[in-house]
């Protein structure tokens, strides 16, 4: 059965950091390119990072450039997210998404992170940062 069970999620204070994981189970991560999206209330989704298949390339929305980090471990078939400085803006429910029908690499449009490629998604986990 194909699954990805993200977990880290919680309350910090505006500053702090979090890291949020996502293990996979019933396919491999590397051989799939995974991005980290988030949606606030009343917002639309919004890709904040993507890891390639393979050689593992990163790209980044400019919103959190420089404070998050998407990493991988495939020994442990899962993905990171390890979010610095947080702010009250990154409030929002953070999923990871699986293109195992895609190009498995990273698509990034004028708009940001092309999400359609992205067929398989775990439930969330809530990030809340207060200021």
């Known amino acids: 059965q194909v699954q990805l069970v993200e977990s880290g999620g919680g309350l910090v204070q505006s500053g702090g950091s979090l890291r949020l994981s996502c293990v996979a189970s019933?396919?491999?991560?590397?051989?799939?390119?995974i991005g980290w999206i988030r949606q606030a209330p009343g917002k639309e989704r919004e890709g904040v990072a993507c890891i390639s298949m393979g050689d593992g390339g990163t790209r980044y929305a400019d919103s959190v450039k420089g404070r998050f980090t998407i990493s991988r471990d495939d020994a442990k078939n899962t993905v990171y997210l390890q979010m610095n400085s947080l702010r009250p803006d990154d409030t929002a429910v953070y999923y990871c998404?699986?293109?195992?029908?895609?190009?498995?690499?990273?698509?990034?449009?004028?708009?940001?992170?092309?999400?359609?490629?992205?067929?398989?998604w775990g439930q969330g986990t809530q990030v809340t940062v207060s200021s």
């Open positions: 019933g396919f491999t991560l590397a051989y799939n390119a």
């Open positions: 998404a699986a293109d195992r029908m895609g190009p498995g690499e990273c698509v990034w449009r004028s708009a940001g992170l092309a999400l359609n490629f992205f067929g398989n």
